[in-house]
């Protein structure tokens, strides 16, 4: 029971990926060498599924959006939007086009990504597997899908490297390359002295920021589906069990949404921030 | 840490999702947001300004009100003076006008009366020649004794 257990959870832990070996397409365990060239097809599967949920919807919302009395799904829409614009306002006092989308897709799609959670931890490997055997001969143990992209450092590390990207352009942009560099080396001690010991401090804090935007999500959802995976383990009991679990979850999923967008928008705020 | 180009595909798939979003998606929905937010205030500005305009317009009308009772019974006062004025100046007119028929009717009678004296007494004169004459019968001659009776009418 042990070592079933414990392959249990290392399948339900482990993403489907796919990479080229010897030039042509292999996938999972072939991909064991592939190293830095390999695709978790799951994570992006999920994660563009998701993405186009989100922006399907809200621009089908958008393109028949009245100004008069809207419908139900307008006036849910038009309430998270309302959310993310009163957020980013409250937050970032300049003039930015880009701050308010950008923290309304982050919101939206890490809001979903982590709402994948609630899907029965069995259920989408279990199709995919029935699918993998019936389709394509595979084995059903070797077909691997993860459902919650943003159990994958990727999926975390790609939005918080983006927006690290978005930090360095706008300080550099707002301040200029000679103010974003004296941000670096003159602070906190204005000292020419000082300088090494200002940048690497100041490094550090600018580093820090999107490592731990990436791992804060990633940890508590990763967390969040290993305990749902083990309460999956404990038969009968897991019901109600796994009903307390996803009901704690109505807090965590939104808030790590919530957490990521307000942070981005502090970020992009320093940022724009002139000493 | 199994970190692999995964991320610089997600990384792709997020900028082009911002990108999207700031292109069709914010701009439509917050216009259609603002846009509503406006006609509400403007709305709510109008009821504001119709609530004021409806407090001074009862106002004037109150005022208004009170100017017409004052005047009307500002007329009323007059009418009722104009009234009394009328009547006073009919009764005093019936007054002598009564006076006036009555004074004449006093002055007919008695020029009446005058009449009937005048004619009585020439009537009773005749009659006393008459009645002489058949008691005295040839014995008086009437132009000579015409002065005694002259004098008899006269005294009648």
Not at chain 1, 67 to 87: H, N, R, W, Y
Not at chain 2, 77 to 99: F, N
Request: glycine residues 6%; aromatic residues 10%.
């Amino acid at each position: 029971m042990a070592a079933d257990t414990g392959s249990y959870i290392k399948h339900h832990l482990t993403n489907a990926k796919m990479c080229t070996v010897d030039g042509s397409v292999a996938f999972n365990k072939a991909c064991a060498d592939a190293g830095f060239w390999t695709l978790h097809i799951d994570t992006l599967l999920w994660s563009l599924v998701l993405g186009l949920v989100f922006l399907l919807t809200f621009r089908s919302v958008a393109k028949k959006a009245t100004t008069g009395v809207p419908g139900k799904l307008q006036c849910a829409i038009e309430m998270i939007v309302e959310f993310v614009d009163t957020s980013v306002k409250e937050t970032f006092h300049g003039k930015n086009p880009l701050i308010a989308p950008l923290s309304l897709t982050i919101f939206m799609w890490v809001l979903l990504m982590n709402a994948m959670d609630w899907v029965p931890v069995d259920l989408i490997p279990t199709i995919a597997g029935w699918i993998g055997a019936t389709f394509m001969g595979m084995d059903p143990h070797d077909v691997y899908i993860k459902s919650v992209p943003t159990t994958d450092m990727n999926m975390t590390f790609a939005l918080s490297i983006g927006v690290f990207f978005l930090i360095i352009y706008y300080s550099i942009k707002v301040k200029g390359l000679g103010g974003f560099t004296k941000e670096l080396t003159l602070q906190p001690f204005n000292h020419p002295a000082f300088i090494p010991v200002n940048f690497i401090l100041e490094s550090v804090t600018l580093i820090a920021r999107p490592v731990s935007l990436a791992l804060r999500l990633f940890g508590n959802l990763y967390a969040g589906e290993l305990i749902f995976i083990l309460i999956a383990t404990i038969g009968l009991f897991q019901l109600p069990v796994h009903f307390l679990w996803a009901a704690f979850h109505l807090l965590v999923i939104p808030l790590q949404a919530f957490i990521f967008m307000m942070l981005t928008i502090v970020y992009l705020s320093l940022a724009h921030e002139d000493h | 840490m199994n970190i692999n180009v995964t991320l610089i595909g997600e990384l792709i798939a997020f900028v082009v999702f911002v990108l999207f979003c700031m292109k069709y998606v914010w701009p439509p929905l917050m216009g259609a947001i603002e846009e509503r937010q406006k006609t509400i205030a403007d709305g709510l500005a109008a009821s504001d300004r119709a609530a004021k305009e409806l407090e001074l317009a009862q106002s004037k009308a109150t005022a208004q009100l009170k100017e017409a009772k004052a005047q009307a019974a500002e007329i009323i006062e007059a009418a009722k003076k104009r009234e009394a004025q009328l009547v006073d100046e009919a009764a005093e007119k019936a007054q002598a006008e009564r006076e006036k028929i009555v004074a004449s009717g006093y002055a007919e009678i008695e020029s009446e009366r005058n009449r009937a004296k005048e004619e009585l007494r020439a009537q009773v004169a005749a009659l006393a020649v008459v009645g002489a004459e058949k008691i005295l019968e040839r014995s008086i001659d009437a132009a000579e004794h015409s002065d005694i009776l002259d004098k008899l009418v006269a005294e009648l």
